[in-house]
């Protein structure tokens, strides 16, 4: 069987690492977790199952798993990334199992099909089925991108596949863990709506879908070109009516609505409303460093004039094909 290795990131999931590393232990030779000195059983669990547990303080998603990549003994040829409250199901393994042997040197990634189980109930419309997402890729030809929120795997040297059983996204905690999640989620996302703007710090390389998934790339390509540039309340509630009466949001029931209404409407609104805030304390100071110094003192964030994983992508990560 060919050999895949597992990286996980961790805080504070001990509702959901035994979960996710129990999925994956039929198709993993190695099982890396990432973990940003959590506090509660997190680490232990993680060891009785026989991951390896590296610690490293947090920064964002991007650069801790980046650390993962730079810094765990991985061995194995593929390399598979995994959120803690995501989980393999049963058909995805047997899929696995069975086609990443049988993959030719022309293929350097596999992408994958992402559904949310959200309230327990899957949330099929609305445009979140399938999220199609590149998850696994041979080692030394993927890394991830450097950015504050958002950021996918890019990988070069090949092109990319799509295996067709879904893997699920089903976080156990409650609406309030929900809504402060994405309330972290808004602030980072507007640092890089407002890097774009007014150049704050190198930014990494784009989405193409040659290196990542179609649908990832034709989403950021939209988000970024046409979305950002609409005046929020427009934008949002735009986005919300589409997403929830044109893609049929409304037959995922009241999950549905609920759902819907918060990531599809209430986050939206809410990026906008920092993007302003944020850029109303910016926009008159006169030089770059002065605005990166303001706006890590309005977010709390670490912001650095160049991203951590620059020197990890190879020069032609652009044309070789990539949250």
Known sequence: ?????????????????GRAIEAVLPISSEIFVIDSYSTDRTVSIAQSLGA??????????????QHGLDHAPITAEWIMRLDADEVIEPDLV???????PQLGEDVAGVNLK???????????????????LT???????????DRWMDEHVMVWGGRTVLFDAPFSDRNMND????????????????VDVLNQRYGLFAQDIGLTKEGSSLQASLKRFIKERVYNRIPFPVSTLGYFL????????FLDGREGLIYHGLQGYWYRFLVGAKILEFDRALRDLPTVDEKRAA?????????????????????????????
């Open 1 to 17: 069987m060919t050999s895949l290795a597992v990286l996980i990131l961790t805080h504070n999931e001990e509702k959901h690492i």
């Open 94 to 100: 047997r899929e696995i199992a069975d086609k990443l």
């Open 135 to 145: 998850r696994i890729w041979r080692r030394g030809q993927g890394r991830i991108e």
């Open 242 to 249: 589409y997403r929830y009466v044109i893609q049929l949001g």
């Open 114 to 132: 992402r559904k949310h189980v959200f309230m327990g109930r899957w949330i099929r419309h609305g445009g979140r089925y399938p999220l199609i």
């Open 175 to 190: 609406l309030g863990f929900f809504t402060d999640k994405h309330n972290k989620y808004a602030t980072r996302e507007a």
């Open 295 to 323: 706006l890590a003192r309005l977010t709390g964030l670490s912001l650095e004039a160049a991203p951590v994983g620059a020197e990890a992508a190879p020069a032609k990560t652009g044309s070789g094909g990539r949250r």
């Open 52 to 65: 390896t547990v590296i610690s490293n303080p947090w920064a964002n998603y991007a650069r801790q798993f």
